[in-house]
C-alpha cells in the first residue's frame, strides 16, 4: 500500500469531499492563494475557484459566526482555525452558536460544519500556539470532537466529520503533518465514535488519542521487552465515545492507564478515568492512572518544552505504577 | 407624497402588524408579571416601525436574524404568535418545543434564522447566510437586526467588513433605541450616528427615523436592490427608543423623564394611526377593528399557550445533536 503523510491525507479528504459534495466549502486565513500554512489545500483555489476556497482576513469570531450562518442555510463549510489555541478568541460562536442552535431551536436547525484546527506541543511555538484544549469542546453538549492520530485515521475521519449534520470539531496534531502512513488509493471512511485498538495486550490497557498514541505504541514496544503486553486503545473521537470499546478492554486487562497531551487538571484523561470508575470499578485491578502535562502554560525553551508534555518514558513509568 | 402613495392596502398591513406586535408585547409583559411566564422576556414596545418597514421591504424568500428583543422581528417576517406565545410558555407547541424560549426563537419557513441570546452574535450569522447565497448564486437578502449596543462589539466590524469587502447581499439594521441594558450609547460610542461607521468599510450608511415605518420601508427596500444587484451590503440606523426596561420589571432609574416624555410623543403607533386617518386611506373604525382583531389573536394564542402541554421529561435529552444524539449525550 502507498504511504502518505497526515497532511496529505486529510487534504486528500478535503479535496475528494469537495468534489463528492458541491455544498462543502473551505474558509480560513491563507486557505485560497498561499494553499494554508501547513499546505494543505495547495492548488484548491485554482480547481474549486475563490468562493469556495476562501481567504478570510484575521476575524476568527467573525468567518467561524459566517460559517455557523452558511449552515444553517445548509452548506456544509469547513473551517480551518491556523491553530487550535485561536478558538478561544472564537468561542462564542462555537460554543453558544454552533453547538446550541439545533437544541434551543427544538431540532429545527442542523449545523452541519466542521472546525479543523491544529493543537499539540513539540514544536516549539510556545504558550499561545502550542496547547491541547479538546477538553474545552468536549465540556461542551452539541459539538462532537475528533482527534485523530495517524494519516489513514486522519483522512477517514475527516470525510466522516464533513458528512456529519453536527459541529464537528477536529483536532489535528501539528507534529503528524510530516508523518507518513499506509493510505489506501480507495475511497473509505471511518465511523464516528469508534475507537482503534491499535495494539492488543493482555496485561494493561494504554488508553489515548492524537500523537500520543504513536508514543504508546513505543512504550508497549519497549515495554514487551520486559514482559509487559500493553494493549493501545486508540480513542480517535472523544465525543461521542466509544464506551463499548473501553468497557471490553479494561475487563480483559483490569488496568488503565490514560495518556493525553492536554494539561492534567480537568483533562479529557481526567473524564475518561472517572467514567472507568463509575463504569467498570469492580473490574479494575489498580486504580486508573492518568499520564498528562504538567498544569503549566506550555513553554518556549526545548529542555522545558520536552518535560512539558508526557513522552514515551512517562509512559512506561505510569505502566508499571499500575502494574506492581 | 406622504403616506398616500403606498395606498390603502399597504399603510393598513403596517398598521394591522405594528398593532400586532405591540399588543402581543404588552400582554406577554402583562402575563410576565403575573408570574405565568418563567425565565425574562424582552419587549420591543416603541420599536415596532423599524421591525415591520424593514419586513414588509423583504420579500417572503428573504432571511432575517433577530435579537434578544426579537419578538417583533419575528412576527413582522411572518412569524406565528401562537407558536412563539407557546414557546414563552416553555410548552412544547412552542416554536422550539420550549427548549429556547424568548430568546431562541426560530421559523426558518418564514426565513427567520434566528433570535439571538448574545448580543451581537447574529451579524456574522446573517453575513454567512448572505454567503450561502453568494456561493449558491441565489437571489434572496439577508437582513440582520441588531442593536446599538452589538454595534460595539468586534463581531459587527469583523462581519461588515467581511461583507464589504466579498459584496454580500447583506443588510445590516441597527435599530438604535438609545439603551445597551442601563447604558445609554452616547456614553460609549463617540461618534454622532452609529450609521456613520459605514464609512470605515466603504458601503453606505443611512440613518432613518426608526419610528416612521415607511421611512423604514423606504431605506430598506433601496438597500434590498441594491444588494440584490450584487452592489454588496449597507448599513442602516434606525433611531427609536426602547419605551419599557431592558426587561420586564427593570426600574429603569437610568431614563430621565425628560427623554421619557420627549419619545413618547414620538410612539411610531399613534403616529402610524394619526397619518393614515389624516391621508383618509381609512377610517377610525376600519383601524379600531384592526385592533380588535389583533387583540382577539393574541387572546387565542395566549388560549393555545395555556392550554398546550410542557415538554416531557424524556425531552431533556432529545436532539442535541442530529446523528447518534443518544450515544452522544450519555457520556
Not at chain 1, 252 to 258: C, I, P
Not at chain 2, 104 to 113: E, R
Not at chain 2, 228 to 247: C, M, N, S, V
Not at chain 2, 266 to 282: M, S, V, W, Y
Request: negative net charge; hydrophobic residues 40%; aromatic residues 8%.
Amino acid at each position: 500500500m502507498r504511504s502518505i503523510s497526515y497532511s496529505k491525507a486529510l487534504s486528500e479528504a478535503l479535496h475528494e469531499e469537495m468534489i463528492r459534495d458541491e455544498s462543502v466549502f473551505i474558509l480560513g486565513e491563507d486557505m485560497g492563494l498561499m494553499g494554508s500554512v501547513f499546505g494543505l489545500t495547495k492548488g484548491f483555489m485554482t480547481e474549486f475557484g475563490a468562493q469556495r476556497v476562501i481567504d478570510t482576513p484575521i476575524s476568527e469570531s467573525g468567518f467561524t459566526g459566517m460559517a455557523v450562518g452558511a449552515a444553517i442555510r445548509g452548506l456544509r463549510p469547513v473551517v480551518e482555525l491556523m491553530y487550535v489555541d485561536f478558538a478561544t478568541v472564537c468561542m462564542d460562536p462555537i460554543a453558544n452558536q454552533a453547538a446550541k442552535m439545533r437544541y434551543m431551536t427544538g431540532g429545527q436547525i442542523n449545523v452541519p460544519m466542521v472546525i479543523r484546527a491544529p493543537g499539540g506541543a513539540g514544536r516549539r511555538n510556545a504558550g499561545q500556539h502550542s496547547q491541547s484544549l479538546e477538553s474545552l469542546f468536549t465540556h461542551i453538549p452539541g459539538l462532537k470532537v475528533m482527534a485523530p492520530g495517524t494519516p489513514y485515521d486522519a483522512k477517514g475521519m475527516l470525510k466522516t466529520a464533513i458528512r456529519d449534520d453536527d459541529p464537528v470539531i477536529f483536532i489535528e496534531h501539528k507534529i503528524l503533518y510530516a508523518q507518513k502512513g499506509e493510505v489506501p488509493e480507495e475511497e473509505y471512511t471511518i465511523p464516528m465514535g469508534k475507537a482503534d485498538l491499535k495494539r492488543p495486550g493482555k496485561d494493561v490497557t494504554i488508553i489515548t488519542y492524537s500523537r500520543e498514541v504513536l508514543f504508546a505504541l513505543e512504550a508497549a514496544r519497549e515495554l514487551e521487552k520486559e514482559g509487559i503486553d500493553a494493549e493501545v486503545l486508540d480513542l480517535r473521537t472523544l465525543v461521542p465515545l466509544d464506551w463499548e470499546a473501553i468497557e471490553t478492554s479494561v475487563k480483559k486487562t483490569h488496568r488503565v492507564v490514560v495518556v493525553s497531551e492536554a494539561v492534567k487538571r480537568n483533562g479529557f484523561a481526567s473524564e475518561i478515568s472517572a467514567q472507568i470508575m463509575e463504569g467498570v470499578f469492580d473490574y479494575l485491578d489498580a486504580p486508573v492512572k492518568r499520564v498528562a502535562a504538567k498544569n503549566v502554560v506550555p513553554p518556549f525553551s526545548p529542555p522545558l518544552e520536552d518535560c512539558f508534555f508526557p513522552g514515551v518514558k512517562d509512559i512506561i513509568e505510569g505502566v508499571k505504577e499500575v502494574i506492581k | 407624497m406622504g403616506i398616500k402613495q403606498y395606498g390603502k392596502e399597504m399603510a393598513l398591513e403596517c398598521y394591522q402588524k405594528m398593532s400586532k406586535i405591540r399588543q402581543f408585547e404588552l400582554k406577554a409583559a402583562e402575563l410576565f408579571m403575573q408570574g405565568e411566564m418563567a425565565g425574562n422576556i424582552h419587549t420591543c414596545v416603541g420599536q415596532e416601525a423599524s421591525a415591520v418597514g424593514a419586513c414588509m421591504a423583504l420579500q417572503k424568500t428573504d432571511f432575517i436574524t433577530a435579537t434578544h428583543r426579537g419578538h417583533g422581528q419575528c412576527l413582522a417576517k411572518g412569524g406565528k404568535a401562537d407558536l412563539m406565545m407557546a414557546e414563552l410558555f416553555g410548552r412544547v407547541t412552542g416554536y422550539c418545543k420550549g427548549k429556547g424560549g424568548s430568546m431562541h426563537i426560530v421559523d426558518i419557513g418564514v426565513g427567520m434564522l434566528g433570535a439571538n441570546g448574545i448580543v451581537g452574535a447574529g451579524i456574522p450569522i446573517a453575513a454567512g447566510s448572505a454567503l450561502a447565497s453568494k456561493i449558491q448564486k441565489t437571489d434572496e437578502v439577508t437582513l440582520v437586526f441588531f442593536g446599538d449596543a452589538a454595534s460595539n462589539q468586534g463581531t459587527f466590524h469583523e462581519a461588515i467588513n467581511m461583507a464589504s469587502a466579498w459584496n454580500l447581499p447583506c443588510i445590516f439594521l441597527c435599530e438604535n433605541n438609545q439603551y445597551g441594558v442601563s447604558v445609554c450609547i452616547d456614553r460609549v460610542c463617540n461618534v454622532e450616528n452609529i450609521a456613520d461607521r459605514a464609512c470605515a468599510y466603504n458601503i453606505p450608511g443611512k440613518v432613518v427615523d426608526g419610528n416612521d415605518v415607511f421611512a423604514v420601508y423606504e431605506v430598506v427596500k433601496e438597500a434590498a436592490e441594491r444588494a440584490r444587484k450584487g452592489d454588496g451590503p449597507t448599513l442602516i440606523e434606525a433611531k427609536t427608543f426602547r419605551q419599557r426596561g431592558h426587561y420586564e420589571g427593570d426600574p429603569q432609574m437610568y431614563k430621565t423623564p425628560e427623554e421619557i416624555e420627549e419619545w413618547n410623543k414620538r410612539d411610531p403607533l399613534p403616529r402610524i394611526r394619526t397619518e393614515i386617518l389624516k391621508a383618509r386611506l381609512a377610517k377610525k373604525s376600519e383601524l379600531d377593528s384592526i385592533d380588535a382583531l389583533a387583540s382577539k389573536e393574541i387572546e387565542e394564542a395566549v388560549e393555545f399557550a395555556k392550554n398546550s402541554p410542557y415538554p416531557e421529561v424524556q425531552d431533556l435529552t432529545t436532539e442535541v445533536y442530529a446523528v447518534d444524539n443518544e450515544r452522544s449525550v450519555i457520556r
